[in-house]
């Protein structure tokens, strides 16, 4: 089956700091890859959808200018969490679907805490 | 209304039983319905897919649709403590284009 893998798999920063999560399709192009939050004992939530090329298509309530996402090719996309502060202490997992039809693929999730 | 609802539990059931998790959701237009697994601090695990109506198996799970109804079921047999874990139940409108919209998850525990 298909392949997703994230990096870095936790991390801790300081209030006020940046951190970038890459998610990658290892063995098929994705030419769509989405973000999700999950708090603890609560379910995903979508974050964005990532097209390569173009923009992402953030969700109601998701600041764009805070969590910045880029995919720049078909096997990388990038979220990258901006002035992180501790209420952004989540779990970041991201999928990936490729030709149309087929499932959505899960990376093993980032679990990003700031203190 | 919530997009994908399902009963948050905790479902607790004995080893050997059957146990039956249940899903509902709101859009007419979804054609495509998943259930995962996911264990405590990991990501979710693809079960089962399905598309049309009626059942469809896989070793000791089934999934059941409704369209009409707008409701999707999972059955696990032969429940095993392994098989303790939260079932996410999600929803697609149609390709894997299309956002997938999860339900809030019902937490099973499979007691030895």
């Known amino acids: 089956g298909a392949v997703v893998s994230q990096h870095p798999s936790w991390v801790i920063c300081k209030s006020g700091t940046s951190v970038k999560i890459e998610c990658r399709s290892l063995?098929?192009?994705?030419?769509?890859m989405f973000w999700y939050r999950q708090f603890p004992k609560q379910s995903l939530m979508l974050m964005a959808t990532?097209?390569?090329?173009?923009?992402?298509?953030?969700e109601q309530g998701v600041e764009k200018d805070k969590f910045l996402i880029n995919h720049a090719s078909l096997t990388l996309s990038t979220l990258t969490v901006t002035s992180a502060h501790p209420e952004d202490s989540s779990f970041y997992i991201c999928?990936?679907?490729?030709?149309?039809?087929?499932?959505?693929?899960f990376g093993p999730g980032t679990r990003l805490t700031v203190t | 209304q919530k997009e994908v609802e399902q009963n948050s539990g905790p479902l607790s059931v004995p080893e050997g039983a059957i146990a039956s998790l249940n899903c509902t959701y709101s859009?007419?237009?979804?054609?495509?319905f998943f259930w995962y697994r996911q264990y405590s601090g990991k990501s979710p695990e693809l079960i089962m897919s399905?598309?049309?109506?009626g059942d469809k198996e896989d070793g000791r799970f089934t999934a059941q649709l409704n369209k009409a109804s707008q409701y999707v079921s999972l059955l696990i047999r032969d429940s095993q403590p392994s098989d303790s874990a939260t079932y996410l139940c999600?929803?697609?409108?149609?390709?894997?284009?299309?956002?997938?919209?999860f339900g809030p998850g019902t937490s099973l525990s499979v007691i030895p």
């Open positions: 999928s990936a679907g490729g030709l149309g039809g087929t499932e959505q693929y």
């Open positions: 063995d098929f192009q994705a030419t769509t």
């Open positions: 990532s097209n390569e090329g173009s923009k992402a298509t953030y």
């Open positions: 859009d007419r237009v979804s054609q495509s």
């Open positions: 399905i598309y049309s109506n």
């Open positions: 999600a929803v697609r409108r149609r390709t894997s284009y299309d956002k997938v919209i």
